[in-house]
């Protein structure tokens, strides 16, 4: 019988964007099973609901997490529409997909150089970023800001985007997906990253159904799950399929999201394409009264908004439910039994964004 | 064996190439024109109408109106732009420079002095008055005498303006 | 309207029974979410995997001393937000798999969304 060994991973590791604590129980540098522990961001952002008004809670909402945060102002502006009964214009459906696609690709180059600097290929982390610096430009020539946007308003979206900038957007992109492709390049066939993530941490399609995954994980594993498939906003008037891997190991998982990349400049396209005339905003007149569940797809899959309203401008209750809380039983089951090597793959595999965990 | 060297060809082309860092803060940051840098206020258009103070999510910017100053925390405002977006006179801008960074937290402060509202016509009487004044000193006395006639009357009519205002 | 939601109102008693034929028909648990008003309404939001079907079941408790079974031994995945739901919201679920006892979320207030003080603005 040999020994065990409980050894601490997190809060603080090299590997993490944000913290979180694993109790690794270890039998000879085997991880037997892994104990998570989170709690270290929880500021009870939910509770604001009863202080700041609905129209105050985008700004909220949008900064429970810096990486993911343009969809957290889609999904709950959402919430409160439905809510309210409005139709927003069509134009602001088109331009919040517009930004929120471009988010989708501004967190898979970061996720692809988080795990590039996972396995030590710094100078793959380096490039990766400089990538997303691109990116970043284009954001802040439309909204005015790099990471939090200011661009979601409950009846639409703040700002406009007119065609000469669209057109200038679209030539940028194309070179941001020349520079992106060299890197894709190495992601899908360099013998180091093929040899450190094939067959780790894998899931089966049917333990990834019964725990829960969603996203990335979950669509590594051969689930075809993707919520834009909803039709929420402008998503039911574009032309999409979900992008699926079957091996369901941190190598699919990548893959995964290199494609999606390509995928979410394709559909930015279509939008630049499709892009009706019109108004950006409808007035907002009264209060939320009612509830309601809107799903939306985050970049790391699937998140779900619960907006309770009672008539004041305070809502009643507010709720979110992001993908790396659903993905933190799923990352449990993957470590029992993996190295203690592989654990920081395994853990950055699953995308975790903790701020948006414990709101 | 091809597989190995994947990312050769982009670090050499990288090695050639100037770097893609830039030397900030001596090179300074790429800004657009709606680049939500920092909010300022022009304190000549300003009314203190506290409709900002209102507005504001995370309470930056206070006003007293009794005191006359308009005060803002540039490392609490979160850019949101609701104050610029509601200020009805217009003095509140958006610039598209970040506030600049500082050892401790300070509070920017400006004195907002209310215009008074006074009728056109003030200015023009309190201009000849004086202008007046200083002729009457020079002038011999009946010159002045009747000088005095028409300011006289000027006076009573500005008075009955303020009578009527009140 | 996005997608038609579908709410149903259960007892305590059933919850074990509905869920477990949830199980056996492919579905998979979505979240569990409480909101705090005169009573504590418990949500447990379903979805169908392969027709993105939602179905939710609302149960109604009392705002103190409230009970729940735990249904991690149908779904294992309800553990994390069955110890959410006792950390803040103080309700008593036996049976949870992985229980932490109240130390999932590191906080100094206990039950924090269920205190009428904060849940309410007051503090």
């Given at each position: 019988?040999?020994?065990?060994?409980?050894?601490?991973?997190?809060p603080q590791?090299?590997?993490?964007?944000?913290?979180?604590?694993?109790?690794?129980?270890?039998?000879?540098?085997v991880?037997?099973?892994?104990?998570?522990?989170?709690?270290?961001?929880?500021?009870?952002l939910?509770?604001?609901?009863?202080?700041?008004?609905?129209?105050?809670?985008v700004?909220?909402?949008?900064?429970?997490?810096?990486?993911?945060s343009?969809?957290?102002?889609v999904?709950?502006?959402?919430?409160?529409?439905?809510?309210?009964?409005?139709?927003?214009?069509?134009?602001?459906?088109f331009?919040r997909?517009?930004?929120?696609e471009?988010?989708?690709?501004?967190?898979?180059?970061?996720?692809?150089?988080?795990?590039?600097?996972?396995?030590?290929?710094?100078?793959?982390?380096?490039?990766?970023?400089?990538?997303?610096?691109?990116?970043?430009?284009?954001?802040?020539?439309?909204?005015?800001?790099r990471?939090?946007?200011?661009?979601?308003?409950?009846?639409?979206?703040?700002?406009d985007?007119?065609?000469?900038?669209?057109?200038?957007?679209?030539k940028?992109?194309?070179?941001?997906?020349t520079?992106y492709?060299?890197?894709?390049?190495v992601?899908?066939?360099?013998?180091?990253?093929?040899?450190?993530w094939?067959?780790?941490?894998t899931?089966?399609?049917e333990?990834?159904?019964?725990?829960g995954?969603?996203?990335p994980?979950?669509?590594?594993?051969?689930?075809v799950?993707?919520?834009?498939?909803?039709?929420?906003?402008?998503?039911?008037?574009?032309?999409?399929?979900?992008?699926?891997?079957?091996?369901?190991?941190?190598?699919?998982?990548a893959?995964?999201?290199?494609k999606?990349?390509?995928?979410a400049?394709?559909?930015?396209?279509q939008?630049?394409?499709?892009?009706?005339?019109?108004e950006?905003?409808?007035?907002?007149?009264?209060?939320?009264?009612?509830?309601?569940?809107?799903r939306?797809?985050?970049?790391r899959?699937?998140?779900?908004?619960?907006v309770?309203?009672?008539?004041?401008?305070f809502?009643?209750?507010?709720?979110?439910?992001?993908?790396?809380?659903?993905?933190?039983?799923?990352?449990?089951?993957?470590?029992?039994?993996?190295?203690?090597?592989?654990?920081?793959?395994?853990?950055?595999?699953?995308?975790?964004?903790?701020?948006?965990?414990?709101? | 064996?091809?597989?190995?060297?994947?990312?050769?060809?982009?670090?050499?082309?990288?090695?050639?190439?100037?770097?893609f860092?830039?030397?900030?803060?001596?090179?300074?940051?790429?800004?657009?024109?709606?680049?939500?840098?920092?909010?300022m206020?022009?304190?000549?258009?300003?009314?203190?109408?506290t409709?900002?103070?209102?507005k504001?999510?995370?309470?930056?910017?206070k006003v007293?109106?009794?005191?006359?100053?308009?005060?803002?925390?540039?490392?609490?405002?979160?850019?949101?732009?609701?104050?610029?977006?509601?200020?009805?006179?217009?003095?509140?801008?958006?610039?598209?420079?970040?506030?600049?960074?500082?050892?401790?937290k300070e509070v920017?402060?400006?004195?907002?002095?209310?215009?008074?509202?006074?009728?056109?016509?003030?200015p023009?009487?309190?201009e000849?008055?004086?202008?007046?004044?200083?002729?009457?000193?020079?002038?011999?006395?009946?010159?002045?005498?009747?000088?005095?006639?028409?300011?006289?009357?000027?006076?009573?009519?500005?008075?009955?303006?303020?009578?009527?205002?009140? | 309207?996005?997608?038609?939601q579908?709410?149903?109102?259960?007892?305590?008693?059933?919850?074990?029974?509905?869920v477990?034929?949830?199980?056996?028909?492919?579905?998979?648990l979505?979240?569990?979410?409480?909101?705090?008003?005169?009573?504590?309404?418990?949500?447990?939001?379903?979805?169908?995997?392969?027709?993105?079907?939602?179905?939710?079941?609302?149960?109604?408790?009392?705002?103190?001393?409230?009970?729940l079974p735990?249904?991690?031994?149908?779904?294992?995945?309800a553990?994390i937000?069955?110890?959410?739901l006792?950390?803040?919201?103080?309700i008593?679920?036996?049976g949870?798999?992985?229980?932490?006892?109240?130390?999932?979320?590191?906080?100094?207030?206990k039950q924090?969304?269920?205190?009428?003080?904060?849940?309410?603005?007051?503090?």
């Open positions: 019988m040999s020994k065990r060994t409980i050894i601490p991973f997190g590791h090299p590997v993490l964007p944000e913290p979180i604590h694993l109790d690794l129980v270890l039998e000879d540098e991880v037997v099973e892994a104990i998570p522990n989170v709690g270290f961001i929880h500021r009870g939910e509770l604001l609901c009863k202080r700041k008004s609905f129209t105050d809670m700004l909220v909402a949008e900064r429970i997490c810096g990486i993911c343009m969809i957290h102002g999904g709950f502006c959402q919430a409160t529409e439905e809510v309210m009964k409005l139709e927003i214009p069509k134009r602001a459906e331009l997909v517009f930004w929120g471009l988010s989708r690709i501004h967190s898979h180059i970061l996720w692809l150089g988080l795990a590039a600097d996972a396995i030590g290929f710094e100078s793959l982390f380096m490039h990766s970023w400089r990538v997303r610096e691109l990116v970043l430009d284009i954001f802040e020539e439309t909204t005015g800001g990471i939090i946007f200011d661009v979601c308003k409950v009846g639409g979206v703040k700002k985007i007119d065609d000469s900038t669209l057109q200038r957007i679209m940028q992109l194309t070179e941001v997906e520079e492709k060299k890197l894709a390049d992601f899908i066939n360099d013998y180091t990253i093929v040899h450190r094939a067959n780790i941490g899931l089966s399609k333990d990834a159904h019964v725990l995954a969603v996203g994980c979950a669509r590594a594993s051969g689930l799950q993707d919520m834009r498939q909803l039709g929420y906003g402008a998503y039911k008037n574009l032309d999409f399929e979900p992008v699926i891997e079957t091996a369901g190991d941190c190598y699919a998982r893959l995964v999201r290199v999606e990349v390509y995928q400049l394709d559909l930015m396209r939008v630049a394409n499709k892009l009706p005339k019109g950006t905003e409808v007035k907002v007149v009264g209060f939320p009264e009612g509830e309601f569940f809107t939306v797809e985050q970049p899959g699937e998140v779900i908004y619960y309770k309203g009672n008539g004041t401008k809502l009643e209750r507010f709720r979110v439910r992001t993908p790396t809380f659903a993905n933190i039983p799923p990352l449990v089951h993957m470590l029992a039994g993996c190295d203690l090597a592989d654990v920081p793959a395994i853990v950055i595999a699953i995308d975790p964004c903790i701020s948006c965990t414990e709101r | 064996m091809s597989d190995f060297l994947k990312m050769s060809k982009t670090v050499i082309e990288w090695v050639c190439k100037k770097p860092c830039k030397m900030y803060p001596v090179v300074p940051g790429k800004v657009y024109d709606k680049t939500r840098g920092c909010v206020n022009d304190a000549s258009k300003c009314t203190l109408c409709l900002c103070d209102k504001c999510p995370t309470g930056a910017i007293d109106r009794t005191g006359g100053t308009w005060e803002i925390n540039h490392f609490q405002c979160i850019m949101c732009n609701e104050c610029v977006t509601n200020c009805r006179p217009g003095s509140l801008t958006m610039e598209n420079k970040h506030a600049a960074p500082a050892a401790k920017l402060s400006m004195n907002v002095e209310l215009k008074k509202p006074t009728p056109k016509p003030a023009k009487a309190e000849t008055k004086a202008a007046k004044k200083t002729d009457t000193k020079t002038k011999t006395k009946p010159a002045s005498k009747a000088e005095k006639k028409p300011e006289q009357t000027k006076a009573k009519k500005i008075k009955s303006k303020k009578d009527e205002k009140q | 309207m996005v997608e038609q579908e709410i149903i109102a259960i007892k305590v008693n059933d919850l074990l029974g509905k477990s034929i949830l199980k056996a028909d492919g579905y998979r979505v979240q569990i979410c409480c909101t705090r008003t005169d009573k504590l309404t418990v949500d447990y939001t379903f979805d169908d995997a392969k027709k993105y079907k939602f179905l939710d079941y609302r149960i109604e408790l009392p705002l103190e001393n409230a009970e735990s249904i991690t031994s149908i779904y294992l995945a553990f937000y069955e110890n959410e006792h950390d803040l919201f103080g008593k679920i036996d949870i798999a992985i229980d932490f006892g109240g130390k999932f979320y590191r906080i100094d207030e924090p969304f269920n205190n009428p003080k904060i849940a309410n603005g007051e503090v």
